[in-house]
């Protein structure tokens, strides 16, 4: 399985060489990159700012800069940034934010993950190049 977490232009072109070198793995699936018409800005610089975002937040909240307060006070912010959602659990992964996997089907961008978001399933193993269209 190939899993990647790309921008669309680093995408296409993956996919483009793994076809003329005829690479086949059983599944590739992309994360898909959140989408803001009309900005001028790409997927990490939004991630970074909404990093920043986050940081402001819990500097003001725990009114300090240390370690332990920043942190008490990260854990204590479920909001939506630029970059989408943010909350994390007791042990600091974050749960605020999905993800969504998708794959290229019939000429189609499909949502393939989670399950509660994908219009369609996951086709595995991935056909081989000379019986996609």
């Not at 793994?18 to 599944?27: D, F, Q, T, Y």
């Not at 942190?71 to 934010?97: K, M, N, P, W, Y």
């Amino acid at each position: 399985m190939l899993v990647g977490s790309t921008r669309f232009d680093d995408a296409v072109a993956i996919t483009r060489q793994m076809k003329a070198l005829n690479v086949n793995p059983r599944e590739f699936v992309d994360s898909y990159k959140q989408e803001f018409p009309g900005a001028d800005f790409s997927y990490h610089a939004a991630a970074g700012y909404g990093g920043c975002e986050i940081l402001v937040e819990a500097i003001r909240r725990a009114g300090s800069l240390d370690r332990d307060k920043l942190r008490e006070a990260i854990l204590g912010i479920d909001r939506s940034t630029v970059f989408g959602g943010f909350r994390v659990d007791r042990r600091g992964a974050q749960i605020g934010h999905k993800a969504l996997l998708f794959q290229w089907q019939d000429g189609k961008k499909v949502i393939v993950w989670p399950e509660e978001l994908a219009p369609g399933q996951s086709r595995f193993p991935t056909p081989p190049w000379s019986q996609r269209q």
